[in-house]
């Protein structure tokens, strides 16, 4: 744990030991890291001297990046990952072994959908999802002798479903049962999962950390007991670590997360504000807005809302994809957390593969539009889904007035 504050973390941590030293992290691109003599190769192996030994599970440049997000999510320790897919794929692998049960809200990214109901299943590990994932003896109700960590997103990727974390790491901590918080949406500059309550925190770094959709990156933060534990196991044997590189621009990311994530919240709530007084929007999910049935929830544990959000318009499928065509600004990508307003269909891509069924239960309709929103100039990001709106509803409209019409003219 450093003396630091949150900001001078984000800058500083873990930067120590490099000669000469350098204004930037040095990258380390190398595999590995020639020994003394073989004394010192057995002794650096056995951890009783310090040292690197191989890059699948440790190398310089990578190791500042693990000690910052330690730093800054406030855990003993951390491992980074070549995603945040394998990042939560080695926590679950390391904590529940075939015939283990898992609990998880069902209010979770689809590729972490697929992974605990096809992924795990495929290694005898059982999920059992919590569909109402605001009770909290909903979670009671789903935890079995078998059961080995309790997993939730928060906020979650398209719903913005926000959980009570300090009541879940309460159930959790009575049952002794781990919780893991999937921290992506908010990163640690708006919510730091540990001071709830939780015990580890994974992210993809991909998004909000990284900020401009260069690098694939994973962590898992957590005590230094379960991340030796991942770092001498399955790291090892599956080996999805994170290159040298991607740790050097995820860095780059941190040092200026916290101004970042401030301008995210605040055009964030621009827009959200904007879409819930437009007629052709039927409902807005961002816990920023006043009305949102989480507003109170959000204030009391996040410093802010982020910048994901989803809008349901009015009108069919086909309208919702209509107003993403008509845009022009915002990039139609299966992406969010970077300084590009992007727009997403959720039910037809990064969802997908939930079915329509798992869908309907996780409250992601086909009308249902995903914005992350960037780092433009507010009065743009505004101007460009006004006209597409705008578009799509004088479409609305005259389709409307020919139903009115036809009817006449056919009789
Ligand atoms: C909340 C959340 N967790 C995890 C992931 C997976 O991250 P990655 O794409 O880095 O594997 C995503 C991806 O969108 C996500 O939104």
Redesign the pocket.
């Known amino acids: 744990m450093t003396k630091w504050r949150f900001d001078t973390n984000a800058v500083h941590s873990g930067h120590t030991g490099f000669h000469p030293d350098s204004m930037s992290v040095p990258i380390y691109q190398s595999v590995a890291y020639p020994f003394e003599d073989a004394a010192e190769a057995a002794e650096i192996f056995a951890a009783t001297k310090p040292g690197y030994t191989y890059g699948r599970w440790d190398n310089p440049t990578v190791e500042v990046f693990e000690k910052r997000l330690a730093a800054l999510e406030g855990a003993e320790a951390a491992i980074a990952t070549s995603?945040?897919?394998?990042a939560?794929f080695l926590l679950a692998h390391h904590l529940a072994e075939a015939g283990d049960e898992i609990v998880s809200s069902n209010r979770?990214?689809g590729?972490?959908f697929c992974l605990f109901e096809t992924g795990l299943k495929r290694m005898g590990v059982k999920v059992n999802w919590v569909t109402n994932p605001e009770s909290i003896e909903a979670w009671q109700a789903a935890i079995t002798p078998r059961t080995r960590f309790l997993f939730v997103?928060s906020p979650?990727?398209p719903g913005l479903f926000i959980a009570d974390l300090r009541k879940l790491s309460q159930l959790a901590k009575s049952l002794r049962l781990p919780l893991v918080v999937?921290n992506?949406?908010c990163t640690p500059a708006l919510q730091r999962p540990i001071e709830l309550g939780a015990d580890m925190v994974?992210?993809?770094?991909?998004?909000y950390i990284c900020g401009n959709a260069s690098s694939?990156?994973?962590i898992i933060a957590g005590s230094k007991e379960l991340v030796d534990g991942i770092r001498k196991g399955p790291m090892r044997y599956i080996g999805p670590s994170m290159s040298p590189f991607n740790a050097w621009l995820n860095l780059s990311g941190l040092e200026d997360l916290s101004l970042r994530m401030e301008r995210h919240c605040q055009s964030a709530l621009t827009l959200a504000n904007y879409l819930h007084d437009h007629p052709l929007v039927e409902s807005v999910n961002y816990p920023g807005l006043r009305d949102n049935h989480y507003y109170d929830l959000a204030r009391s544990q996040m410093k802010g809302c982020s910048s994901l959000m989803s809008f349901v318009v009015k009108g069919t499928f086909q309208d919702a994809v209509a107003v993403i065509n008509a845009l022009e600004l915002w990039v139609l990508a299966?992406?969010?957390g970077t300084c590009k307003t992007i727009v997403t269909h959720p039910a037809s891509t990064?969802h997908s593969g939930m079915g329509e069924e798992e869908l309907r239960k996780a409250g992601i309709p086909p009308t249902m539009i995903r914005v992350s929103v960037g780092l433009e100039d507010p009065a743009d990001i505004i101007a460009d889904i006004q006209q597409a709106l705008a578009k799509v509803e004088s479409n609305l409209t005259s389709r409307r007035e020919r139903k009115l019409v036809e009817p006449v003219a056919q009789s």
Do not use: C, F, Q, R
């Open positions: 995603s945040g897919m394998a939560i979770v990214y590729g972490t997103e979650s990727n999937d992506t949406i994974v992210h993809s770094t991909t998004k694939l990156g994973g299966t992406h969010l990064t």
